[in-house]
T-cell receptor, first 116, second 112 residues
Framework: AQSVTQLDSHVSVSEGTPVLLRCNYS??????LFWYVQHPNKGLQLLLK??????LVKGINGFEAEFKKSETSFHLTKPSAHMSDAAEYFC??????????????FGKGTKLSVIP | EAQVTQNPRYLITVTGKKLTVTCSQN?????MSWYRQDPGLGLRQIYY???????DKGDVPEGYKVSRKEKRNFPLILESPSPNQTSLYFC???????????FGPGTRLTVT
């Protein structure tokens, strides 16, 4: 069994300040982890992914995330928030679930607000 | 341009009137999937397809049907829609199960 917990349902930051969106996971097998962003009235766009290579993963638009196995975390960060970063962010875990299948589990999402 | 397309983008219908939401991808992906997104519940998988002619239920399959006759297309069928199927629907595709998915723009369905 696996699960994903996004620790904050809503995060508010001022423009130009750092962004931290927290994600913890549990998985019986070595997972792949993803962050997606969803702007209003849009589909989900892949920000970055971890697939057992480098633990610090860089994505689009200046975002990065660090895979910490000991803490079972995959937090998303950005040094300086822009107004255009206001959106909902989803942490997703994918892992082998037996019988040749993979299970994909979405977090509930974190809504990021950026204050001018 | 690599993309997943869905049609229609918006649909208002009445209870019991059969409808189909189309999904098509141009990336030659093996795996395709349908999700619904509801406030407070996040994304939930309805059905998925590992390959042509291979489909399986996700977490919330009741009231939905799918088919995968061609690799690029994966339509979602609601034979007798009900108001509790009012939701935002997303189609997604990936190289294979477990890989990153590429999402369509969404279809907002309202059933009255």
């Amino acid at each position: 069994a696996q699960s994903v917990t996004q620790l904050d349902s809503h995060v508010s930051v001022s423009e130009g300040t750092p962004v931290l969106l927290r994600c913890n996971y549990s998985s019986s097998y070595s997972p792949s982890l993803f962050w997606y962003v969803q702007h209003p009235n849009k589909g989900l766009q892949l920000l970055l992914k971890y697939t057992s290579a480098a633990t610090l993963v860089k994505g689009i638009n200046g975002f990065e995330a660090e895979f910490k196995k000991s803490e079972t975390s995959f937090h998303l960060t950005k040094p300086s928030a822009h107004m255009s970063d206001a959106a909902e962010y989803f942490c997703v875990v994918s892992a082998y679930s037996g019988a040749g299948s993979y299970q994909l589990t979405f977090g509930k999402g974190t809504k990021l607000s950026v204050i001018p | 341009e690599a993309q997943v397309t869905q049609n229609p983008r918006y649909l208002i219908t009445v209870t019991g009137k059969k409808l189909t939401v189309t999904c098509s991808q141009n990336m030659n992906h093996e795996y395709m999937s349908w999700y619904r997104q509801d406030p407070g519940l996040g994304l939930r998988q309805i059905y998925y397809s590992m390959n042509v002619e291979v489909t399986d239920k996700g977490d919330v399959p009741e009231g939905y049907k799918v088919s995968r006759k061609e690799k690029r297309n994966f339509p979602l069928i609601l034979e007798s829609p009900s108001p509790n199927q009012t939701s935002l629907y997303f189609c997604a595709s990936s190289f294979a199960q477990g890989y990153e998915q590429y999402f369509g723009p969404g279809t907002r369905l309202t059933v009255t």
